[in-house]
């Protein structure tokens, strides 16, 4: 069976760099836990101080104020058919939310409890939020929500998804700062509210030095990391702190390629394009303690539900028998996480997730 | 919180439909339940006349056995490391095999029943199997494992998954006729074992009326289909069995977008590229009694892990207020139903899976 291998040393690592970073900075830190999904993971954080967090559903906000987290951002436009969980979640917690838009506010009127809100801000990314250029309307969302002595605007919101999407840095430096600086406008604008910044994906938070303005940075892939990361410049292969193990079990010759147990149903069907090709999880080597960088570059070419391919493996071939474990860094460690549901750590620990 | 809805009645019109087509062709029919995953559903099939299914993992086996199926192949490439599984399950089941490779019949010595195999075959798929042009190493396979006396050749296996990539009908009828010829060829010349030849995937099952010197037939997506069996061909828009329905919380009016929440984690990020882009799922239309097809075609446009986003929405856009429920049919039922773990079906029935 596939596993997903978890190095904790790498996470704890990965979870004291950014910590550093936001204390150097003095920036709060809310990471997003939508990328462990795990209760006994999030507890690795409080050793650094942490004691608010990002989540991106009512489901997950749920499980972990059963972990004992009470200051959670629901960070997803709000959905008015979660306002039952919100007013329970509510009653013994600081349960913050989003919101990007004025539909929204109306059908708050049944929250029972304070409720903080951030406004969703859109700098280019183009996924979600009101565009940072919609002062007016920024505005109206704001004086809407007074009615409701419930609702308090919080402060703003920004996840720049677009840095995901630039393989350049110098396009990057573009996004970070055209965020950083719409971000700072509106703190300017709004000054009147007090509102607090928060922004912050793990490319811009691993990579940026300058966040002037903003107060409270989120991000949630850095702890674990994964081959997409790495490709944009995010971290080091030996920064990815999760590994799927998966046995070969088919060898053919002709194109010296071979077959795994391992796919969509285990990675996802996440893809990153190096030289012109999807890819779905890089191969790494197995050592006594975990894992390290490859000596040759291989990657995983296609997955269909539970079959992996490898083309053209030169040596790596001929070295390795049909039933043999081989390691791959997965693309999208979230999604992989997702799927897998349970952690193996290198010290044989097995920790749960809320799918679990 | 975004639901699976499970339309019964079109699931058992695809079942009864590929029942009588597998009769008309004198074809035995072991459908393959790694689509559904859920012994209730698997059920439905009894009514059929069904007795013998396939799946694609040793987990799986176990879990229908417990359901009460005990013919059972599991057309995976066999990983030695599943040696214990196999005996455990070979004890009161009749479980088959597929080999690929001579290296892994030593590894089978320790068997401790009659284990059924095929040969896996490939007829220029190129993921897995002993190409088809291969005599001789056939050959030594069945030579090889007749000095084991537990293991007992049964015939050739071939999933023609290139058909998924062909989306002429010219592409697909190369396809099918040649393996077809392939896989008839290999019956002749083995003819002193007297293989049956186990073939079929589910766009082929669909759509072809010759089946010459096959024996039996091992669809699977069929019980569902998706928007990927529609491009292909395979099957109407009105037959899929299965929609997604997410609640629409973001309404952004300068290209009318709308965001869903319902994203990788709940439809797979298996696209279908649809006028040179990526579509993750498309728009159908609630009934009182289900959904129907659409009158305005529209995808969704990108998934991240948990936001959906559709775009020049149109007339939609003015239709739909945030807090509504979409209904869309996915890209591949079964990496979205391995996701959402459990089926409501439109009368109110809440049926799970194995991984539920």
Redesign the interface.
Known sequence: ?PTLLLDKKRCLANIERMALKARANRLSFRPHF?THQSAEIGNWFRDFGVSAITV??F?MAAYFTEAGWNDILVA??????DIEHLNRLSEKNQISILI??R??LP?LKPITKKVCFYIDIDTGY???GV?SESVAQINKIIRDSQSNSNLEFSGFYCHA?HSYKAFSAMERDEIHLKAIADLEHLKKYFLEYSPKVLYGDTPNCSTRENFDGVDEITPGNFIFYDLYQHILGSCNLEDIAVAMAC?M????P??Q?L?I?GG??HF????VHIEGRPRYGQLVNPTEWGWESPVRVQFIN?L????G?LENCGEIFERI???DMLHFVPVHS??TA??MRAYHTLEGEIITTLNS
């Open positions: 069976m939508k991106s559903s489901r997803f436009p709000f959905n008015p058919g990007d838009n539909e929204t059908l183009g996924r979600t565009k998804g046995p079990v088919g060898k053919y002709d194109d390629r077959l147990h969509a149903v996802s069907k996440e893809s296609s269909s539900q539970e079959h391919i028998e049909i039933g979230c999604l997702n799927l």
